[in-house]
């Protein structure tokens, strides 16, 4: 049985830190991150130099369990999405999007006899034919996989998206949505013994006032997304150690002595 153990660290003690990394930025030796309290983005060498425990399981975290699908009812009831649609992204069009990245990382542009053949054979296929009524050059729509958005891509990634051929050149020049494809093809969290996980492509209608930046996010209803920020006055941090041999899965990095698996980094999620 896996016992937890609780710790509180005091606000007071965050501040010095922050003040102490601050401060290194005027020494030889500056700190990129603080050195007395548990980060994320730990590198193996330096879990293993904290925790030199032959026994210790390094994994990454999951990306399953924040599959945007799994939250996508709930996103746009929260939203009040008067229509939203998911579909299935055939795997052969995932395979021919992954090549068409690869073409654009070395030209910086989309060869017609690689794009031309990819959009027709999109149309063509089931996922194609109901995207045509969606994607007809005037519904605005924002785009996304399960896994990440093409908000990064330099062809109008912080725009909405109104044509195939806008979708698949999103997709194809973003180092987000290629993360995902390339996910989903080696991923070795596969559901019920597939081969490869599914590429989930969703299309929410596109909302002038969204900021492109946050997407759409879970347990955020529109009011409090609008509502103005405030700063915090005080902070309680508390952390999760795990004691005994039963793994330990978790979004943020964790180091500690008494845990069964280390986790080397965390993935962001948007």
Not at 54 to 61: D, E, F, R, T
Not at 223 to 242: E, Q, Y
Request: proline share 7%; with cysteine.
């Amino acid at each position: 049985m896996m016992k937890l153990k609780l710790l509180v660290i005091p606000a007071s003690w965050i501040a010095e830190d922050n003040a102490a990394v601050q401060a290194s930025q005027e020494t030889a030796n500056p700190l990129s991150r603080s050195q007395r309290f548990n980060t994320k983005k730990h590198t193996q060498a330096e879990i293993e130099e904290a925790i030199p425990d032959s026994n210790v399981q390094h994994a990454n975290p999951p990306w399953m369990p924040y599959s945007y699908t799994l939250w996508h009812s709930l996103i746009a009831k929260s939203q009040g999405l008067a229509t939203s649609h998911v579909l299935k992204m055939p795997s052969v069009l995932c395979d021919d999007l992954m090549l068409l990245h690869c073409s654009w990382l070395r030209s910086g542009r989309f060869p017609s006899y690689l794009l031309n053949p990819l959009v027709e054979d999109l149309k063509s296929s089931r996922t194609g034919r109901k995207l045509m009524s969606l994607l007809d050059g005037k519904q605005r729509w924002f785009i996304r996989l399960d896994q990440m958005s093409p908000k990064d891509s330099p062809l109008g990634g912080d725009r909405p998206s109104t044509t195939i051929q806008e979708v698949i050149t999103k997709i194809a020049s973003s180092m987000r949505a290629y993360g995902n494809l390339q996910w989903a093809t080696q991923a070795e969290e596969r559901p019920w013994g597939e081969n490869r996980a599914n590429v989930q492509l969703i299309l929410n209608p596109w909302n002038d006032k969204m900021d492109p930046a946050r997407e759409f996010r879970v347990f955020v209803p529109p009011p409090l997304r609008r509502a103005k920020k405030t700063m915090a006055t005080s902070v309680s941090v508390r952390s999760v150690s795990t004691v005994g041999t039963s793994a330990c899965n978790c979004r943020q990095g964790l180091l500690s002595s008494g845990s069964s698996t280390v986790l080397r980094w965390a993935h962001g999620k948007s």
